[in-house]
T-cell receptor, first 113, second 113 residues
Framework: KQEVTQIPAALSVPEGENLVLNCSFT??????LQWFRQDPGKGLTSLLL?????REQTSGRLNASLDKSSGRSTLYIAASQPGDSATYLC????????????FGPGTRLSVLP | DTAVSQTPKYLVTQMGNDKSIKCEQN?????MYWYKQDSKKFLKIMFS???????INETVPNRFSPKSPDKAHLNLHINSLELGDSAVYFC????????????FGPGTRLTVT
């Protein structure tokens, strides 16, 4: 069964810290992996998408890496800010799942001022 | 200039009723999705439509039926609503190809009483 897991489930850090969120997937045959942010009561905002041929993607203070062989992706957030507080979701597009994504349960991040 | 829009944002109804949620995207995408996010915040795919054809239908009760009048719209009809249908429903879209980057709507919070 193709699954996606994320650890930790929740994380609380003081402002200014660098942090890493982890995403694991069960099959290395993927098209791509997408990281999202979800604020309470809101929809999902796409942060970064990494294609299967790529090792990492960067956007501002965010850096996402992909290691297909180990079935892992990490989202690195530099110099965290209170505005980064949200739930971060990882979604994987597996080969034999067509155009559909499997989502992880998310990591709830709180950045304390 | 909203990319993916849903209506209504909130829907409160009684058990046994029939309701619809509408979704529209103006991104020129050819694939649209419906997801359900339950009380535990887990996001699961319900349907995806590509060029007006249903690609995959997860184990969703047949009380749920997607209807796509054209590539820009994918509506969700729900018959005989049950308490367990209470959740947030998200519409998303993407452009088919090797890179399926998804864009999400703001969500519809359905409460069945």
């Amino acid at each position: 069964k193709q699954e996606v897991t994320q650890i930790p489930a929740a994380l609380s850090v003081p402002e200014g810290e660098n942090l890493v969120l982890n995403c694991s997937f069960t099959d290395s045959a993927i098209y791509n992996l997408q990281w999202f942010r979800q604020d309470p009561g809101k929809g999902l905002t796409s942060l970064l998408l990494i294609q299967s041929s790529q090792r990492e993607q960067t956007s501002g203070r965010l850096n996402a890496s992909l290691d297909k062989s180990s079935g892992r992706s990490t989202l690195y957030i530099a110099a965290s800010q209170p505005g980064d507080s949200a739930t971060y979701l990882c979604a994987v597009n597996y080969y034999n799942y067509g155009q559909n994504f499997v989502f992880g349960p998310g990591t709830r991040l709180s950045v304390l001022p | 200039d909203t990319a993916v829009s849903q209506t209504p944002k909130y829907l409160v109804t009684q058990m046994g009723n029939d309701k619809s949620i509408k979704c529209e995207q103006n991104l020129g995408h050819d694939t649209m999705y419906w997801y359900k996010q339950d009380s535990k915040k887990f996001l699961k795919i319900m349907f995806s439509y590509n060029n007006k054809e249903l690609i995959i239908n997860e184990t969703v009760p047949n009380r749920f039926s997607p209807k796509s009048p054209d590539k820009a719209h994918l509506n969700l009809h729900i018959n005989s609503l049950e308490l367990g249908d209470s959740a947030v429903y998200f519409c998303a879209s993407t452009l088919s190809g090797r890179v399926y980057e998804q864009y999400f709507g703001p969500g519809t919070r359905l409460t069945v009483t």
